[in-house]
């Protein structure tokens, strides 16, 4: 009997390109499969570069939707802006222009019109997905960057959105590398380049995969999230 189509949402990558392999052999996504990024592939961990190769070759493997995150608004802003280049270096950009081989000039086209091809939220019936944050009412169109893309789930932790769906955002990093469901919003940046977890949430099942730093991976349901086996 045929399985029908899963779809995993992966959380913010930073670097950790050995992590994201790991967590990827564990997923084992079909041609039919679909993989949701929150974004934030670059910076702080060792090996942007390498993050984004590997995504490059998933993208021929099965469907792959990529989200833009901050980290990934500054590389590319970088590009025009001397001013966001300073801030980007300071905040993880150092480490990502150290896996191009030290200078934005060394990224390659292919990679740039990877972020470039990156959207800011992507909606199914039920669920939709951002970076950051969103506001409850207003259609995610209509939503600014500095919420999409930069405001924390901390201080500012949204009602449900009018829109009916659950919402499923990265960003504000989980520092015990546990997941959380809090119903209508789940947070899937789990610390990985602090030394936690890379986590994939298996949306059909609930089924959380994750990868770490060190050659770890696990797998629990998401309801059991507060106690992993
Ligand atoms: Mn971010």
Known sequence: MATSPRTFVIGDIHG????????????????????VFLGDYVDRGPDSAGVINSILQLIKRCHVIPLLGNHDWMLMASEQDKSIMDFWIQHGGAETLESYGGSHRRIPASHLAFFRHCQRFHETDDYFFVHANYQAELPLREVDDETL??????????????????????????????????????????????????????????????????????????????DPI
């Open 149 to 226: 893309l930069w405001q924390h789930t901390v201080k500012r932790f949204p009602a449900p959105h009018v829109n009916g769906k659950t919402a499923i955002v990265g960003h504000t990093p989980q520092l015990d590398g546990l997941p959380k469901d809090h119903g209508h919003i789940k947070l899937l940046d789990t610390f990985c380049y602090g030394g936690q977890w890379l986590t994939a949430l298996e949306l059909q099942q609930g089924q959380v995969y994750q990868a770490n730093n060190t050659g770890d991976s696990r797998e629990f349901p998401l309801s059991g999230s507060d």
């Open 16 to 35: 950790c390109s050995m992590a994201l392999d790991n967590l990827i052999s564990s997923c084992d996504p079909k041609e039919a499969d679909t993989l």
